[in-house]
């Protein structure tokens, strides 16, 4: 596999932001079937393209093997974990369930001023068009949310399920947008009502749509079959 659709310039940086930066880079090729499944993740090239040390190159492998996107063989090299259709159902599936939980909670414990801070992040996200902004607006939503819930184990959960999407998801994948756009605005209707139940619902049901949503873009590039 050759690295020459690297897409970041040889990268200047802090040690644990090249890392971060290098993973990503090394989902982006996974993500776009520049990598594919049992592919070895060609660390030495990666280190050479970027002008970086071998440090953060391992680094970033080690993070994408406890996330779950590459497999580590002692001696042999870290290679691309199984990504299909399946793979990316079950992991918006399981984010659906972890993120609806968290809104459940948030629902029944947010007081008022909480639930004001929350229905005005509701209104620039259904206002907005920029990718950028909404994912910004996305991001402290799912912050407060989790804010308010106030639980260190679901904070936790949260923290682990790292992102299957290089990038910006909104950019990435346009269909995604609008599927966010109305799942808050759903979500948001129900923990007004303070009804946790139909909130978590309404969370689930949006990630489920991104999960259909990566897929057929996905398929549609080619990266997964019909």
Known sequence: MSVKSLSTAPLSRPRATAAHDIGLEIKR??????????????????ALTLG???????????????????VLHAHRGAFVAPFDAGVVHDHFELCGVVFGHAARLASERADDAALDRLMALGKRIAATKSPDALLDFVTA??????????SSSLRAALRSLAGIVP????????????????????????????????AADSCARMYRRHGDAIVAHLIDQGVFGA
């Open 29 to 46: 090729l996974i993500f776009t079937g520049n990598l594919r499944p049992g592919d070895r993740v060609p660390q030495a090239e990666i």
């Open 52 to 70: 970086v040390s071998a440090t953060p190159v391992r680094e970033a492998v080690v993070a994408l093997g406890q996330e779950g996107r590459v």
């Open 141 to 150: 939503f799912y912050a407060l949310v989790n804010q308010v819930a106030g």
């Open 167 to 198: 990038g910006n998801l909104f950019a990435v994948v346009p269909a995604a947008g609008p599927i966010a756009r109305e799942g808050m605005t759903d979500m948001l209707a129900a923990m007004r009502q303070r009804d946790g139940r139909a």
